[in-house]
């Protein structure tokens, strides 16, 4: 087990909506990072957190959003949800340079 | 669980068997490569990495071995057992600001071991 969680496990939510993802971080890990993971394919990097800021982002746009909380808890929230949102939503803890350790996901359905 | 990776590419191995699952990257300047398996409903789990100043690392029954200047990866895992049936995916890391870095990752290759 890495220590990294997410809630919920599941979700479904219909095209417009938004939704909101949570992940706890692992203890002594400073960043955290989400990715998403479409059906088939690799984890695609969506952005990462670090005291409390945006550190980088990938290729998602704006309705694509985060918060970190000094425990280190973060949220990835989706806006105006679209059909191909539909994937598992991956938290990843890690320090500098390090690997990042990653929770088990939360599966989301967009109807 | 739902599967993950219903189209990738599958190495078929018997039980007791070397497996070898390859990777290719695109990043020449990437310093750090990591190999995670993941079973159907789960997510990624770390198996081992690699920095770019190796070639060779080894673990418990796995071996990444890290070729620079063809950029391949691959990871070796010994006597395969039925626990080992996941995807596997390689990374790569791209530093995105401070030092800190994202990961890249490749296909996923699935391993399915047979008794």
């Known amino acids: 087990e890495t220590g990294v969680t997410q809630s919920p496990t599941h979700l479904i ?3 417009g909506q938004q939704v909101t993802l949570r992940c706890s971080s692992q203890s002594g890990h400073n960043t955290v990072s989400w990715y998403q993971q479409a059906l088939g394919q690799g984890p695609q990097f969506i952005f990462q957190y670090y005291r409390e800021e945006e550190n980088g982002r990938g290729n998602f746009p704006p309705r694509f959003s985060g918060l970190q909380f000094p425990n280190y808890s973060s949220e ?34 967009v109807l | 669980g739902e599967s993950v990776g219903l189209h990738l590419p599958t190495l078929s191995v018997q039980e007791g068997d070397n497996s070898i699952i ?26 081992i990495d690699i920095r770019s100043n190796m070639d060779k690392r080894q ?20 006597a395969t ?6 995807v596997y995916f390689c990374a790569e890391t791209a530093i995105i600001s401070g030092g800190y870095n994202k990961l890249i990752f490749g296909a996923g290759t699935r391993l399915a071991v047979h008794p």
């Open chain 2, 22 to 47: 390859n990777c290719a990257y695109s990043n020449s300047a990437s310093d750090y490569f990591i190999w995670y398996k993941q079973e159907s409903g789960k997510g990624p789990q770390f198996i």
């Open chain 2, 81 to 86: 057992q039925p626990g080992d049936s996941a």
């Open chain 1, 13 to 15: 939510k219909t095209r």
């Open chain 1, 76 to 109: 990835l929230n989706v806006n105006a949800l679209e059909l191909d949102d539909s994937a598992l939503y991956l938290c990843a803890s890690g320090g500098i340079q390090g690997t990042q350790y990653f929770g088990p996901g939360t599966r989301l359905t």
């Open chain 2, 59 to 78: 673990g418990q029954r796995v071996t990444v071995l890290l070729n620079k200047t063809v950029k391949h990866l691959s990871l070796q895992i010994a």
